[in-house]
């Protein structure tokens, strides 16, 4: 087999393998446990990995062309980043738990009949219902939004930071700068494809749980306090 061949099919099945890394799979599922149904928590692997594969591709393809190792200084810095962005996602998912624990259910809720702008909750002879307004669909289109932008930029500091040890395989596989960039390319695709089938795998319990009140707010808890514990741990090996 043409060596660029060869070297293309083993990026393409790194890129599977690189998707699994522990602190990619708990950056993701702390996003993807937001998610209420299925494509939504599958569309989220699927951003990460674009967003990782860009920043690796252009920062993998610049430190191909001139021929040196990234710094460890800076791979340090940018492992550290992760380390910081898993904290904080965690942060913020435990924040969304105590606000859903917090919150009052909607069977409980006093009866409101404005109708204008928002959703109207009704608890006339039996159980309360809602009706979802137009700003209620925006909200939900809104945190889609977010969701998908969150998952787009997670990944791509997580491709920033996988740089180092990636342009390092690459140099040691191909040594032209088309067959790099071909690397890189295909690596990347074999990372969306890992990644969008994982989320993908997780999404479906997830949606599940979600619809269940307790057990929403148990596993956001849980993933809030994974990613937090996760991100300390990985900083502390950095820099012991």
Same mark, same amino acid.
């Given at each position: ?16 393998q690189?998707?699994?890394?522990p602190?990619?799979?708990?950056a993701?599922?702390?996003?993807v ?5 299925f ?5 989220v ?10 920043t690796l591709?252009i ?12 710094p ?7 492992? !550290? ?6 904290v =904080? /996602?965690? #942060? $913020?998912?435990?924040?969304e @738990? *105590? +606000? ?10 006093v009866?409101?009949h404005a109708?204008g ?6 608890a006339h ?18 945190e ?9 930029l ?7 930071a ?5 342009a ?20 990347? !695709?074999?990372?969306?494809a890992?990644?969008? =089938? /994982?989320? #993908? $795998?997780m999404?479906?319990? @997830? *949606? +599940? ?22 991100g300390?741990w ?5 820099v012991?």
């Open positions: 087999m043409d060596p660029i061949a060869s070297a293309v099919l083993l990026g393409f099945v790194l890129g599977l690189h998707a699994t890394d602190d990619h799979v708990v993701v599922a702390t996003i446990t937001r998610e209420r149904r494509l939504a928590g599958a569309r692997g699927m951003l990460w990995g674009l967003g990782h594969t860009i591709a920062a993998g393809t610049g430190v191909v062309a001139l021929g040196a190792a990234v460890v200084r800076v791979a340090t810095g940018l492992e !550290l980043l992760v380390a910081a962005m898993l =904080a /996602l965690g #942060a $913020v998912r435990l924040r @738990a *105590a +606000r859903g624990i917090l919150a009052v259910p909607p069977e409980r809720r009866a409101d109708h702008g928002r959703a109207a909750v009704h002879h039996g159980p309360a219902h809602v009706h979802p307004s137009a700003a209620l669909l925006g909200a939900w289109r809104g889609a939004r977010a969701a998908g932008l969150r998952a787009l997670v990944g791509a500091v997580h491709g920033m996988g740089t180092a040890a990636v390092l395989l690459v140099l040691a596989t191909v040594d032209t700068l088309t067959g790099a960039a071909l690397y890189l390319g295909v690596f990347g !695709l074999g990372t969306i890992g990644m969008t =089938a /994982l989320t #993908a $795998v999404a479906y319990p @997830a *949606a +599940r749980i979600a619809r269940l009140r307790r057990a929403r707010d148990a596993m956001a808890v849980a993933s809030g306090l994974a990613a937090i514990g996760f300390c990985y900083a502390a090996r950095l012991v």
